[in-house]
C-alpha cells in the first residue's frame, strides 16, 4: 500500500506528495506557459510508478528534468543557462542524467543532443509516457529522443502529482496543441494538432482535486475556446450506446457547465482564450454560474488589422471591440487581460497607434507584453523580414506597457471603498504579517493574516491599492467558505 508523504510548513504550505516505497530522486523544473507546468505534473506522475519521488534538491537528484520553453529567443538562453548549472553540479554528483522536455525539445530534436553535451535524453510534448523506456535506454548508456507529435495523446488517464502546489488551486489540462497557424508561433510546430480531453476524466480530475481540499482550479488549454469533444457529454446522463450516439458534440461552454454544476463550490477559471473562436454561449454560462471566475485572458496581439492580417490572427479590431462589448454587457465587472506583440515585421507608427487606441478602448486589467522576437521554422520567419529596428521595437514596447500601467491603475482604484471575495493563496511577498490571495478578476489581493487560514475564501473591504494589487482588511468568511 503507497503511503502519500505531505511535507506541510507554516505560512507557505507546499504539498508534495511521494511514495515511502520509492528511492530515487527527480529534480523537475518548468519553464514558459502553464501547459508546462501542468506537464510537469504528467512526468511526475508517470515516473512516481518508475520508483521517483520528486526532490527539491538538485544535487541528490538521479534525475534532472528541465521543461523548456521556445516562445522567444530569451526563453531558449533560459534553459542553456540552467544546463550550464546542471554541468557543474554533475561534477558533484556524476551518476545523475539530464533529459529537456517540452518546446525546445521539440524544436531542437537530436540537434539538442549535439549542442548541448550534458543532455542524455530529449522527449517533446506527446512521448512523456515513453520515459520509463528512454530512461532504460539512458541508464544502459545510450542517449535517447523521443520527440513524435500526436494527434490522440491527453494524458487524461495520467492522474497528475501536483507539484510546489499551495493545496488551494491547480491546473487541469483540457486540450493539447493548436490548429491555429498565427505566423509569429512556434507551438503548432512544438506541441502538433490540437486534441479535446473526454469531459469526464476532466471531471473526475475535478472532482478528485475537490475531495483533497483543492478550492480553485484553471482549465487549461493553448486555445480553450476550441474545445470539442465529440463523445457526447458525461456517460451518466446517457441510459445505453446509441443516446451517447445522439448526443450533440460537447464544446467549450459545454464542459464549463459540467464542470461548474460538478463542484458549485469550487472556484473556476480559464486559459487561454482566442478571440477568433470565443463564443457568446461561454460569457453566458460565465455570467449564470457564481462560481466561474469574472475574468478572461484574451490575447490580441496588435491593434492594426492590417498587422493581424499577417499574424493570421483570423478576427479584425472591430470584430474585437464586439466581444470585449459582449462580455461587458453580460458580466460588467469581468477583469480582462491581453498578449500583445509590439515591433512585428513591416508595423508602422500609424499601425503601432492603432494598438494604443484599443487599449484605450479596453483598459485592460493587465497584459502581457513583449517585442517581436523572431523563432526559427514559424511562418513569420519564412515569410517576413524582421525589420523593425531593436530601438523603435524599445520604444514602442515602453509606450505600451505605461499605457497599460495607467489602466491598471486605473482600474485597481474602482476596488476602493468596494468588498471583495478572496481565496486565500499564500503569504504576502511583501510581509509574513499578510495574506496574498486573488478576487473573482484575478486581481491580488493583500490584507493583515488575523485568525484566517490559506484555502479560506474571506470577504475583504478595500481600502488603498497600487496598479496591481488591492490592499484592505478582512470583513468575515465569505458564504461560500
Ligand atoms: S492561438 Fe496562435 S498564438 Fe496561441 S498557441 Fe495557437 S498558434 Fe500560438
Request: charged share 30%.
Amino acid at each position: 500500500m503507497e503511503k502519500i508523504i505531505d511535507e506541510k510548513k507554516q505560512g507557505n504550505s507546499l504539498v508534495m506528495e511521494a511514495k515511502s516505497e520509492n528511492s530515487r530522486k527527480l529534480f523537475i523544473e518548468s519553464y514558459g506557459c502553464q501547459m508546462n507546468f501542468s506537464d510537469s505534473e504528467i512526468v511526475a506522475s508517470i515516473l512516481s510508478k518508475e520508483g521517483f519521488n520528486t526532490t527539491q534538491n538538485l544535487e541528490e537528484a538521479d534525475l534532472v528534468l528541465v521543461n523548456t520553453c521556445s516562445i522567444r529567443e530569451k526563453a531558449e538562453q533560459t534553459v542553456r543557462k540552467r544546463l550550464e548549472k546542471y554541468n557543474a553540479v554533475k561534477r558533484i554528483n556524476p551518476g545523475m542524467k539530464v533529459g529537456v522536455l517540452g518546446c525546445m525539445a521539440e524544436r531542437l530534436k537530436s540537434k539538442f543532443l549535439e549542442e548541448e553535451k550534458i543532455v542524455d535524453l530529449v522527449v517533446g510534448p506527446d512521448a512523456y509516457k515513453d520515459l520509463p523506456n528512454l530512461i532504460n535506454e539512458v541508464e544502459e548508456g545510450r542517449n535517447a529522443v523521443n520527440v513524435i507529435l500526436s494527434k490522440e495523446e491527453t494524458y487524461g488517464d495520467i492522474s497528475p502529482v501536483r507539484l510546489q502546489s499551495n493545496g488551494v488551486s491547480a491546473f487541469v489540462s483540457i486540450t493539447r496543441g493548436c490548429d491555429n497557424m498565427c505566423t509569429f508561433c512556434v507551438v503548432p510546430f512544438t506541441r502538433g494538432r490540437e486534441r479535446s480531453r473526454d469531459p469526464q476524466s476532466i471531471v473526475e480530475e475535478v472532482n478528485d482535486l475537490a475531495a483533497k481540499g483543492y478550492k480553485e482550479i484553471t482549465l487549461l488549454g493553448q486555445n480553450v475556446d476550441s474545445y470539442l469533444w465529440y463523445g457526447g457529454g458525461l456517460k451518466k446522463d446517457f441510459k445505453n450506446a446509441s443516446e451517447i450516439q445522439k448526443a450533440t458534440a460537447t464544446n467549450f461552454a459545454g464542459l464549463l457547465k459540467f464542470v461548474a454544476e460538478a463542484q458549485p463550490k469550487m472556484r473556476i477559471r480559464f486559459s487561454t482564450s482566442n478571440p477568433q473562436d470565443m463564443t457568446l454561449d461561454v460569457i453566458e454560462v460565465m455570467a449564470n454560474y457564481r462560481n466561474i471566475c469574472n475574468y478572461i485572458h484574451l490575447p490580441v496581439q496588435s491593434g492594426s488589422d492590417r498587422i493581424l492580417k499577417k499574424m493570421n490572427r483570423l478576427h479584425t479590431r472591430e470584430e474585437y471591440f464586439t466581444l470585449i462589448d459582449n462580455i461587458r454587457k453580460l458580466i460588467p465587472d469581468c477583469g480582462i487581460s491581453h498578449d500583445i506583440i509590439t515591433g512585428f515585421p513591416t508595423e508602422t507608427e500609424e499601425d503601432h497607434q492603432d494598438t494604443l487606441s484599443l487599449m484605450e478602448y479596453v483598459k485592460y486589467d493587465f497584459g502581457f507584453m513583449f517585442a517581436y522576437s523572431e523563432r526559427p521554422g514559424t511562418m513569420a520567419e519564412r515569410k517576413f523580414e524582421d525589420d523593425v529596428p531593436e530601438e523603435i521595437k524599445k520604444r514602442r514596447l515602453t509606450e505600451i506597457v505605461n499605457l497599460q500601467q495607467e489602466h491598471s491603475r486605473h482600474n485597481t482604484q474602482k476596488f476602493i471603498g468596494k468588498t471583495v471575495e478572496v481565496l486565500i493563496e499564500k503569504e504576502s511577498k511583501k510581509s509574513d504579517a499578510h495574506w496574498s490571495g486573488r478576487n473573482s478578476q484575478n486581481t491580488v489581493v493583500v490584507f493583515p493574516k488575523e485568525n484566517y487560514q490559506v484555502g479560506d475564501f474571506v470577504n475583504v473591504k478595500i481600502n488603498d491599492c497600487t496598479s496591481a494589487t488591492l490592499i484592505g482588511e478582512a470583513v468575515g468568511y465569505s458564504k461560500n467558505n
